[in-house]
């Protein structure tokens, strides 16, 4: 039901978007977050875990869908954000006037896609999974039609995708030539006795398996696309890049890693270790490069920022080569924590964007004074990124990653974790200090902004009649604003409540 209530609702609203005069065109988008509400809802029953279908005759331990408690914690993560996202949409759908039909279609395939994806236990469904979710993102983030940076964000992002999924496929048919099999299990069983002729075959599949769930992640040198994307892209879809398209790149990592080649976790290990250490420390070092005056400077730092967070989430996953698949625990209670604090900045950018649509990082400059709020829940969000107090949830997941590396003997990647965190304090700080700076004198900043915008591909200002509130405060957002800020707070009131997953005891296999 996760899977095939956001389907089944995209099909309604594909066919409704058919006979709706233009005036109700917003039922859709209510349509579509009743739909992805009850998606979520759906996972309460099955919240005991341990479930399978599409099983082996032969051998029922051998399942093609399994919801079991990791695909439960991730379908939450994605079917929540993709709930976050579409309220964050639906005011934006219509003052972009975005066709509504296509939009709440494609969001809704590429929620089901991402659903399916960490119940996949066989390599062909997770490439099919991995498709359905990434194919509708494409033309998500193309939406914006005349707008030259959304077309070339949506080519970019599309023709490097397409490519990373060419080689995870190459490299799907050499483990398929070396094992006979594309269940999860039995690869995990045949690798373990590969003849040693075709042992290189094997070697190279498991290599170029990893590629397309690597470029999801961003990890370098796969995130090029990353920075491009997010600024081209409506402001919801680079959220939801930014967290439900990573959920799916670690998921299939952890995958067909921990699961499906723990035999050649002296392969993958040392690989996702180098790639950890390299993602950290460029994206930390490209968003400490943001200009303030630049525009769309506070999503690009948003975006280099994301790239710097999948480097610390790839720290679990390589310790898992070398102390086991419970460290993958605290990848998962990393992702939890940065799934919230992370769409919560997305949602105060969109209600900044209404007003300042060029998202510089100087336009948040006294945003206090205007918006306290808005304001405060967006310190509280950098704060958590960054890992300080008040923003407890994103210390101790921090520390829990940290963790995984020393037990896993990896003290040289602790160490450049250590020295990425430090680094990443600046841009987090510099933007929380410009919130609480005295506002600028711009008398006629509204109209310059608003012709630039235009100008830079940010799209038109939003007409505040539009947003059947205050200006510029359409009630979507701020209950998407109040939703991730409150679920931050609580996080970091009871940080248990995310890390007790780090403890391990996820994967029941």
């Known amino acids: 039901m996760p899977v095939v209530i956001p389907a089944a609702v995209a099909l309604v609203v594909l066919v409704a978007d058919l006979f709706l005069a233009e005036r109700r065109k917003p039922l859709l988008g209510w349509a579509s977050v009743a739909g992805l509400a009850a998606a979520t809802a759906s996972l309460l029953p099955l919240r005991a875990g341990d479930r399978a279908t599409f099983c082996l005759t032969g051998d029922p331990a051998a ?6 408690h990791f695909t439960l914690v991730i379908q939450f993560l994605v079917l929540a954000g993709a709930l976050v996202t579409a309220l964050l949409s639906v005011t934006a759908v219509r003052d972009a006037r975005m066709p509504a039909g296509e939009y709440w279609f494609l969001l809704l395939s590429s929620a089901a896609g991402a659903a399916l994806l960490p119940a996949s236990r066989d390599l062909a469904t997770l490439i099919v999974a991995l498709e359905v979710a990434s194919l509708p993102a494409f033309a998500l983030v193309g939406m914006r039609r005349g707008d030259r ?5 949506a080519l970019k992002f599309f023709l490097s995708s397409v490519t990373a999924t060419a080689v995870s496929l190459f490299g799907i048919s050499l483990v398929y030539a070396a094992t006979g099999s594309l269940h999860l299990v039995q690869v995990a069983d045949r690798l373990e006795d590969v003849p040693g002729q075709l042992d290189t075959l094997a070697m190279a599949g498991v290599a170029l398996t990893l590629v ?11 995130h090029f696309w990353v920075p491009d994307t997010y600024v081209g892209a409506p402001l919801p879809v680079a959220g939801y890049l930014s967290v439900i398209g990573k959920a799916v790149g670690f998921t299939g990592l952890i995958l067909v890693t921990v699961i499906a080649f723990p035999a050649y976790s002296d392969v993958w290990g040392p690989a996702l270790a180098v790639l950890a250490a390299l993602t950290m420390t460029l994206g930390n070092a490209a968003a400490l490069r943001q200009s303030a005056d630049r525009p769309g400077g506070a999503v690009r730092l948003l975006a280099w920022s994301s790239v710097g967070q999948a480097g610390y989430l790839l720290v679990p996953i390589a310790a898992a080569a070398y102390s086991g698949r419970d460290q993958i625990g605290s990848t998962v209670a990393y992702a939890l924590m940065y799934g919230a604090v992370n769409l919560g900045a997305f949602a105060v950018a969109a209600l900044v964007g209404r007003t300042k649509p060029l998202q510089r990082i100087r336009d948040y ?7 306290p709020a808005a304001a405060l829940a967006l310190a509280f969000f950098l704060l958590c990124l960054a890992g300080l107090p008040p923003g407890i949830i ?3 997941a921090k520390v829990a990653v940290f963790g995984s590396a020393v037990d896993a003997g990896l003290g040289w990647l602790a160490v450049v974790m250590a020295v990425n965190v430090v680094i990443a304090l600046y841009y987090y700080l510099r933007w929380t200090a410009v919130l609480f700076r005295a506002p600028e004198p711009l008398p006629a900043a509204g109209a310059t902004d608003a012709g630039a915008a235009a100008g830079a591909g940010a799209g038109p200002a939003a007409p505040d009649a539009a947003a059947g509130g205050p200006a510029g405060t359409p009630w979507p957002v701020v209950v998407a604003i109040a939703v991730t800020a409150a679920v931050s707070v609580v996080l970091s009131g009871d940080p248990q409540l995310v890390l007790r997953f780090a403890a391990g005891g996820l994967f029941p296999l």
């Open 63 to 68: 399942c093609s869908y399994t919801a079991d």
């Open 212 to 222: 397309g769930f690597a470029f999801k992640t961003a990890a370098v040198p796969f």
């Open 149 to 153: 940076l959304s077309s070339e964000a």
């Open 365 to 371: 400059r006294g945003l206090y004074a205007e918006r």
């Open 394 to 396: 994103g210390l101790f």
